[in-house]
């Protein structure tokens, strides 16, 4: 268990339709970051927080929003839904924001668009 | 950061060390290297991480040869259990402060009894 908790477990909605998954870091950490993993693209990392601000952009969609709660919580917000936003999304937190902090990943959500 | 290179997939016997390699031939100075495995559907599991010299915790070794542009992550006894990805990811310290992992393929690691 890395104590890194997400609700819900399992999704399953249809296109066009607007998600919220949850993430809570473990107790401590400050930095919350969110990934994509899809049979295609492998896992892409999509944004990062720390202590509430965005610091870090990857690959993320228009339609895809995040945020980090002063509780430290975040949400990642999906809309407009498309089958192909159908993957496991995982979040991770780490202590910090440097280098040689790990990433400590939650058990995901599995997102079905159908 | 720099790329890395994995084989991807090997088999290895239960209760024998896993010798997992990765290169990454392009590492710089300030490049750490950083291995996570994942086992099927489940949120990637940090093992560990090295600069440039060895490293040995609960879970692995981590062997960086001397001029950096390889290394490899030893199972000491493989269990069943540790049949999962494994990835050798290289991070950079960077100014704007994207720690974010990039991951590649990885190896696919099956242990078998």
């Known amino acids: 268990d890395s104590g890194v908790t997400q609700t819900p477990k399992h999704l399953i909605t249809a296109t066009g339709q607007r998600v919220t998954l949850r993430c809570s870091p473990r107790s401590g950490d400050l930095s919350v970051y969110w990934y994509q993993q899809s049979l295609d693209q492998g896992l892409q990392f999509l944004i990062q927080y720390y202590n509430g601000e965005e610091r870090a952009k990857g690959n993320i969609l228009e339609r895809f929003s995040a945020q980090q709660f002063p509780d430290l919580h975040s949400e990642l917000n999906l809309s407009s839904l498309e089958l192909g936003d159908s993957a496991l999304y995982f979040c991770?937190?780490?202590?910090?924001?440097?280098?040689?902090?790990?990433?400590?990943f939650g058990p995901g959500t599995r997102l079905t668009v159908l | 950061d720099a790329k890395t290179t994995q084989p991807p997939s090997m088999d290895c016997a239960e209760g024998r060390a896993a010798n997992l390699p990765c290169n990454h031939s392009t590492i710089s100075g300030n490049e750490y290297v950083y291995w996570y495995r994942q086992i099927h559907s489940q949120g990637p599991q940090y093992i560990i991480h090295?600069?440039?010299n060895n490293e040995t915790n609960e879970m692995a070794s981590l062997i960086i040869t001397e001029d950096r542009k390889s290394s490899t992550l030893i199972l000491p006894h493989a269990t069943l259990r540790d049949t999962a990805v494994y990835y050798c990811?290289?991070?950079?310290?960077?100014?704007?402060?994207?720690?974010?992992?990039?991951f590649g393929a990885g190896t696919t690691v099956t242990v078998r009894a």
């Open positions: 090295g600069l440039k």
């Open positions: 991770a937190s780490s202590v910090g924001m440097d280098i040689y902090n790990e990433q400590f």
């Open positions: 990811i290289v991070r950079a310290r960077r100014q704007s402060n994207d720690y974010k992992l990039s």
